[in-house]
């Protein structure tokens, strides 16, 4: 049994923006829950007693939202990295706090308990866990012989590449490997590094089932998409007459489900939201808590932070609204080309190929439309928009932007 885990949540996630802009990327909401609260139940289910959460960037959210760990049962720490120098300076903030075998997580990936406990089988070991990707370009390909790693490519690989999944089971050999690496050509200490100067010690492990690393705004849906499915049906809630309920839903306490709603496939509702008079919410739609899809709006795969709105004649469509967004009446997201094509991105100023056929708006904290407003599909509009009535919106937006 292993007992401890680190979590690796120091770094602001630039390439998250513009839902990093206030918060850590491990506190983004997946089916309804942080990435991190995730991860530490799913580490509870393997045994752990003990998580180490290693923070930095905007460190008491994280402190704030997941506290001493009496809600999970289990005991956290919090370590602060004062400065991101890399993976390997992260792990190395531990060597003189843990002793024993460990499991360690970046703190942007979806995990499962299964495959902590294909960790476990090999515990005498240095571990990582590798899984395969249609495209390695944006990953580290690794190479293994035997069940042990050879190297670790730096990103590019083309095509079809077996990659670091971003979990491990690491003893004290990783500290004695950290302490002989040098910076990288990116001016940091990489984990990747260490392993690969002992790359005889370690094992590789290959992760099953679902897996994706949350990189980009767009790969929060993707995750969610999946988790969605996981969702069990709950209801705290007042759900009024006339309201149709077609597939799962869990509606949080607080929240009223009012007349004429309908609420098809698999939905997570959090606390004290309004939902209707007639609206539909659609497969995949997770309002987080004190939101409002007012009367006739559709949201359709969806993530509504805190306090976002869709109040009066809205669609939204496979987006993800910042907390206490509000849209206009009549405001509408669309998510689908008209020639169907794959939704191209103008992502901190590089065009980026979603890989998504339908992708509507990644919209920061605080931004506003007016009524009428028209937003494509592919809009990126960072926090404290605004976004003036019957405006017609496309590409990206800075934070504070005006659009007329």
């Given amino acids: 049994m292993i007992r401890k885990a680190l979590i690796l949540a120091a770094g602001k996630g630039n390439r998250m923006w513009p839902l990093t802009e206030n918060r850590p990327k491990p506190l983004l909401p997946v089916a309804g829950k942080c990435i991190i609260e995730k991860q530490i139940i799913e580490l509870k289910k393997a045994g752990v007693k003990e998580v180490n959460v290693l923070i930095g960037y905007k460190m008491n959210k994280i402190s704030d939202k997941l506290g001493n760990g009496d809600a999970f049962g289990l005991k956290i720490n919090y370590v602060v990295q004062e400065e991101q120098k890399g993976t390997g300076h992260a792990v190395n903030q531990m060597k003189d706090k843990i002793s024993e075998p460990f499991y360690c997580l970046n703190g942007d990936t979806i995990i499962n308990q299964n495959n902590i406990q294909k960790l476990l089988d090999n515990k005498e070991h240095l571990v990582m866990m590798t899984t395969e990707v249609n495209d390695g370009s944006n990953f580290g390909a690794v190479e293994s012989k035997k069940g042990y790693l050879i190297s670790i490519k730096e990103k590019g690989v083309s095509g079809k590449a ?9 003893n004290s050999g990783i500290f004695k490997a950290l302490a002989n690496i040098k ?13 690969e100067s002992i790359a005889s010690e370690v094992r590789v492990v290959k992760y099953e089932g679902f897996w994706k690393d949350i990189g ?8 969610n998409e999946k988790e969605i499915n996981n969702v069990e049906e709950k209801n705290e809630g007042i759900i009024e007459e006339n309201v149709t309920l077609n597939g799962t839903a869990r509606i949080g306490k607080g929240t009223i489900l009012k007349s004429g709603t309908y609420i098809e496939g698999s939905v997570w509702i959090g606390d004290n939201c309004v939902v209707g008079p007639n609206a539909y919410l659609r497969n995949g739609t997770v309002l987080c808590g004190y939101n409002k899809v007012g009367a006739s709006s559709e949201v359709k795969n ?3 932070m805190e306090g976002a709105k869709a109040p009066h004649h809205n669609y939204v469509g496979d987006s993800i609204l910042g907390e206490n967004c509000n849209l206009g ?22 065009r980026v ?28 509009l960072g926090s404290n928009v605004k976004i003036g009535p019957s405006a017609i919106v496309s590409g990206t937006y ?3 932007s005006t659009v007329i």
């Fill in 216 to 223: 980009s705004p767009w790969d929060l849906l993707t995750a």
């Fill in 302 to 304: 969806s993530i509504l």
């Fill in 353 to 380: 190929n979603t890989q998504r056929r339908k992708l509507g708006a990644i919209i920061g904290d605080d931004t506003k439309t007016g009524i009428n407003a028209s937003i494509n599909s592919g809009t990126i």
């Fill in 329 to 350: 009446s009549g405001t509408k997201i669309a998510n689908l080309r008209l020639d169907k094509s794959d939704i191209i991105v103008v992502h901190r100023g590089k």
């Fill in 183 to 195: 910076k990288s050509i990116r001016g940091e200490y990489e984990l990747t590094d260490a392993l």
């Fill in 398 to 400: 800075e934070s504070q």
């Fill in 162 to 170: 077996s990659i670091n999944a971003g979990i491990y089971l690491f």
